[in-house]
Nanobody
Framework: QVQLAESGGASVMFGGSLRLSCAAS???????MGWFRQAPGKEREAIAT???????DYADSVEGRFTISKDTGKPIVYLEMRYLEPGDTAMYYC??????????????????WGHGTQVTVAS
């Protein structure tokens, strides 16, 4: 059974850092992977993607503060988050896209989703 499991969410203070992990089981996340977030009352936002070659793309809201990466030896995708702000408070999800042609910052393109991990940033 293929699935994704996020971990690493926590409550942190303004300016703090966190690293989220997304562990894949039943498959190796070598293709397009993405991180998304959804705050209460808001739509799901695509924030970072990494494609098969390792090329990354970021939403303007997190560019320069967040880094997506793949573990070289384990089926895990990370999201390093720095300089966290209250506006980053949300449930964070990772997702996998089965086809490799594109790796867009668009949640509708992704096929498999985890259940999410909560990040709360206090001012």
């Amino acid at each position: 059974q293929v699935q994704l499991a996020e971990s690493g969410g926590a409550s942190v203070m303004f300016g703090g850092s966190l690293r989220l992990s997304c562990a894949a089981s039943g498959f190796y996340p070598s293709n397009c992977m993405g991180w998304f977030r959804q705050a209460p009352g808001k739509e799901r936002e695509a924030i970072a993607t990494i494609d098969r070659s390792g090329a990354t793309d970021y939403a303007d809201s997190v560019e320069g503060r967040f880094t997506i990466s793949k573990d070289t030896g384990k089926p895990i995708v990370y999201l390093e988050m720095r300089y966290l702000e209250p506006g980053d408070t949300a449930m964070y999800y990772c997702a996998a896209k089965w086809t490799t042609k594109t790796c867009p910052l668009y949640s509708g393109a992704f096929n498999l989703w985890g259940h999410g991990t909560q990040v709360t940033v206090a001012s």
